[in-house]
């Protein structure tokens, strides 16, 4: 059983930074094929922030220049580094990633953790 562990979220100042992780845990049998962060806002719907496939990453354009995804594919682990934190980036923040098995993809997601930024 596969399992996706996020650590690092919490309560920052604007201005500040966090960096996200995320660990897989169980046996995965290769690689991912691409992992990624989404996040939920209050009252919003989850979006995408952040995705790392091989060595291209693709960002939301409102954390474009601020946010870095990096990967280790030795440790199945995904980061997110996040910069001049604003109150709008506020949010629970999910790490998703994602397998081929045959012809079948298999998904995964973590259970959330809480980014807070005061202003």
């Known amino acids: 059983q596969v399992q996706l562990v996020e650590s690092g979220g919490g309560l920052v100042q604007a201005g500040g930074s966090l960096r996200l992780s995320c660990a897989a845990s169980g046996s995965i049998g290769s690689i991912f094929n691409a992992m990624a962060w989404y996040r939920q806002g209050p009252g919003k719907q989850r979006e995408l922030v952040a995705q790392?496939?091989?060595?291209?990453?693709n960002y939301a354009n409102s954390v474009l220049g601020r946010f870095t995804i990096s990967r280790d594919n030795a440790k199945n682990t995904v980061y997110l580094q996040m910069n001049s934190l604003k109150a709008e980036d506020t949010a629970v923040y999910y790490c998703?990633?994602?397998?081929?098995?045959?012809?079948?993809?298999?998904?995964?997601w973590g259970q959330g953790t809480q980014v807070t930024v005061s202003s």
């Open positions: 998703y990633a994602n397998v081929w098995r045959g012809n079948n993809i298999l998904t995964y």
């Open positions: 790392i496939i091989g060595g291209n990453t």
